[in-house]
């Protein structure tokens, strides 16, 4: 094949798509339904904002490398401790240009939030008047933006430009609409030696050759595209950079352009990770994605090659996202997921390095619903076995994925999508059976032939981009109603420090012993175990008199950890005074916030002023 010929080809697909600028349009429009696009994603923040009044804020995140602006959302209503002196709760989306649903529930969640403010009646008040909440509903626009495009091809990255095949020259060979169905397809090619073949349970799907169980490969598969740049390669540098979520810190892999060349190295992320370290008040984060650590919770056993850190949860943390677990499934309806690998994800670096709980939430997941559950009976206490297999289509149910990475191939592979992106597209008959109960003949083509102009004979099949990611947009109402839910739990569960009323006994001559009490009244600890892993700061109390009239006692006093759900802890101190003297206790932690609490030296009233 000549470059040239390829120009030519590429220019001639241009021209069809051009002539074919109507139709193109009313076909986005349909199959962006319900979505918002960056422009429209910016009108309804703004008009949020504006319906908030002085409760909520706009702010710009980052400036990405196509120029969008990433937003902030930050709201919260009048409380009993100004919005700055309380913990805060951060929502995301939009962190994969593939996963338009994360996104759309995250905005879905910002209206009802400013819904919520000043109506004492709405579940989502007693969240904003107790915290401060940040919403950034789309932290990858430019990824995101490829789902409103002509051509639909769904990944991952954001648009740096980058060389991934270090040829010198950028984005010089994406993909390519070769049938101008405005839709990049799975091109399968025949070929012996090929890595795949037809799916001998499911026809229309792809399985993976397997020499131990004598299956022999007759295709191997690639994205629909040319050699653009005529360098023996097919695709192999289009538009598109690094995956947000494989860019941060927490087991960052170096070495693979689409991780980025380094950790935090992409100004969406940048953003994102300097206003979590400005905002050590943060202490939840809800993240809607394609991860998810609630159907499936580590188990909290993997360290890292430096025997130190926790690939995915502290292991005295599991009990405690297990409980939670079980109240979002119930909340929610959720019942699977993909799992989900923390290696440079943002969820990871919130909660391993930053200690901050964080739920990474897969809001969509159409498959093993009730009435047909997936076999969880603990975890599904009310489904009924015997419903199970009925609807579910053409094969028996796997077995729920026990630990994200450590799936049972063999058991699951008919029914789990494939970990590399173009497996996905080929393999999976759970979707498949979705798509066909669900009268959605468009989200699998079924093989036909196209002539390839350098491969000759080839079929372009395959589940369409986004099908399992974009969730239908009659659906979404439900998802953030469900997700809302969840939200008022979890920001509930968060810890509270309360104060006893300090006790104050006159020892001698102008010498008193003070005592406080604090108890954690909320279910969460003040610090989970990776908090203590992390040395985050302790609670310190200090009384405020100078430091001549503390004779007993640390003048600082620190407590490392109140348990949840009613953990205490006492501290004291010797103090000079006469009674009827006052002064404060500052109790302090700066996740937590401040209280001061007021003692009066008095032998009669228990140091209550
Ligand atoms: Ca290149
Ligand atoms: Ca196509
Ligand atoms: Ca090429
Ligand atoms: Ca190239």
């Not at 919130?350 to 093993?368: E, G």
């Not at 420090?497 to 006159?506: F, G, I, L, W």
């Not at 949840?564 to 009827?580: F, N, Y």
Request: aromatic letters at 6%; charged letters at 25%; one cysteine or more.
């Amino acid at each position: 094949m000549q470059p040239g010929k390829n120009r030519l080809l590429t220019a001639l697909v241009g021209l069809v798509c051009t002539a074919a600028a109507p139709a193109q349009e009313t076909r986005n429009a349909e199959r962006t339904a319900g979505y918002h696009d960056h422009a429209r994603l910016g009108q309804e923040l703004r008009a949020l904002v504006e319906r908030a009044g002085p409760r909520a804020t706009l702010d710009v995140l980052a400036r990405t490398s196509a120029g969008r602006e990433v937003w902030l959302l930050s709201l919260a209503d009048t409380g009993p401790r100004p919005p700055e002196d309380r913990q805060a709760v951060l929502l995301v989306g939009g962190v994969s240009g593939n996963d338009p649903t994360g996104s759309a529930v995250c905005l879905g969640l910002a209206r009802q939030l400013v819904d919520a403010l000043g109506d004492e009646d709405h579940d989502l008040h007693d969240l904003l008047a107790s915290r401060q909440v940040y919403v950034v509903p789309r932290l990858n626009p430019d990824g995101c933006e490829r789902f409103f495009g002509d051509v639909w091809h769904a990944q991952p990255h954001n648009a740096r430009a980058t060389d991934h095949d270090r040829d010198g020259v950028v984005n010089e060979d994406g993909v390519n609409d070769l049938d101008g169905d405005g839709i990049i397809s799975v091109m399968r090619i025949p070929d012996p030696h090929g890595t795949w073949l037809a799916d001998p349970d499911h026809p229309r799907l792809m399985k993976p050759a397997d020499p131990v169980e004598g299956l022999r490969g007759t295709h191997r598969l690639e994205l629909e595209g040319l050699d653009d740049d005529a360098d023996g390669h097919r695709n192999e540098d289009g538009a598109g950079g690094v995956d947000l979520d494989r860019n941060w810190p927490h087991f960052f892999a170096p070495g693979n352009s689409q991780h980025g060349q380094y950790q935090l190295s992409e100004p969406e992320n940048r953003g994102l990770a300097t206003f979590v370290a400005d905002h050590p008040q943060i202490t939840l984060a809800l993240l809607y994605g394609l991860h998810d650590n609630l159907i499936d919770v580590p188990k909290g056993k993997t360290r890292g090659p430096d025997g130190q850190s926790y690939r995915d949860l502290h292991p005295d943390d599991v009990a405690r996202y297990q409980h939670i677990a079980k109240a979002f499934k119930e909340q929610t309806g959720l019942t699977g997921s993909d799992g989900s690998n923390p290696e440079g994800a943002l969820f990871a670096w919130l909660y391993s390095q930053r200690a901050i709980t964080t739920f990474a939430i897969r809001p969509w997941w159409p498959l093993d619903r009730k009435p047909e559950p997936a076999s969880q009976p603990t975890t599904q206490p009310d489904a009924s076995p015997d419903t199970e297999t009925a609807e579910d289509g053409d094969d028996a149910k796997p077995k729920p994925e026990k630990d994200g990475g450590k799936r049972d191939r063999k058991k699951t592979d008919e029914n789990k999508p494939s970990d590399d992106p173009l497996g996905r597209r080929v393999t999976g008959s759970k979707w498949l059976a979705w798509a066909d109960a669900s009268g959605r003949p468009d989200a699998f083509r079924t093989w036909t032939a196209f002539e390839h102009p350098s491969l000759g004979a080839v079929e372009l099949g395959g589940f369409a981009p986004f099908v399992q990611t974009a969730a239908p947009a009659a659906e979404l109402p439900d998802l953030v109603t469900a997700q809302a839910t969840f939200l008022a739990h979890a920001s509930a569960l968060l810890p509270a420090v309360e104060a006893r009323p300090p006790v104050t006994d006159e020892l001698g001559a102008d010498l008193w012993r003070v005592e406080l009490t604090l108890v954690n009244t909320g279910y969460l600890p003040t610090h989970t175990a990776i908090a203590g892993h992390t040395r985050q700061p302790a609670l310190v109390v200090r009384p405020e008199l100078p430091a001549e009239r503390i004779v007993g006692g640390q003048r600082a006093q620190r407590i490392d950890r109140l348990a949840g759900s009613g953990g205490a802890a006492d501290v004291q101190w010797l103090i000079r005074g006469k009674a009827g003297d006052t002064f404060s206790l500052n109790v302090y932690q700066r996740a937590l916030g401040s209280i001061k609490v007021p003692v009066r030296l008095s032998a009669g009233n228990g140091g209550t002023p």
